[in-house]
């Protein structure tokens, strides 16, 4: 599902799991003080994917965008 310019949300999985079994991941953006705030939540995840699945987010997705953004020219 997708709301334009402020929500995704997306059944999400790791080739690994049982067939069929998915997460949901939602991504929500919201203007703050002339700054957009992301939140995000994962409901689903198997209990024993619960570590793999934190520190994956923290290294292939969040310390890049972090990195990335911190580089980005800010808009006028």
């Known amino acids: 599902a997708l709301t ?9 999985r790791i080739k690994n799991w049982p067939e069929g079994v998915f997460s949901i991941a939602r991504f929500e953006l919201h203007e703050q003080g002339g700054k957009t705030r992301l939140v995000f939540d994962q409901a689903g995840i198997p209990a024993a994917a619960l570590e ?10 969040w310390e890049p965008l972090t990195r990335y ?8």
Do not use: F, N
Request: no cysteine; charged share 20%; hydrophobic share 40%.
């Open 69 to 76: 953004l911190s580089q980005a020219p800010a808009k006028a």
């Open 52 to 61: 793999h699945i934190d520190g994956g987010w923290k290294k292939m997705y």
């Open 4 to 12: 334009e310019g402020s929500r995704i949300v997306q059944a999400w």
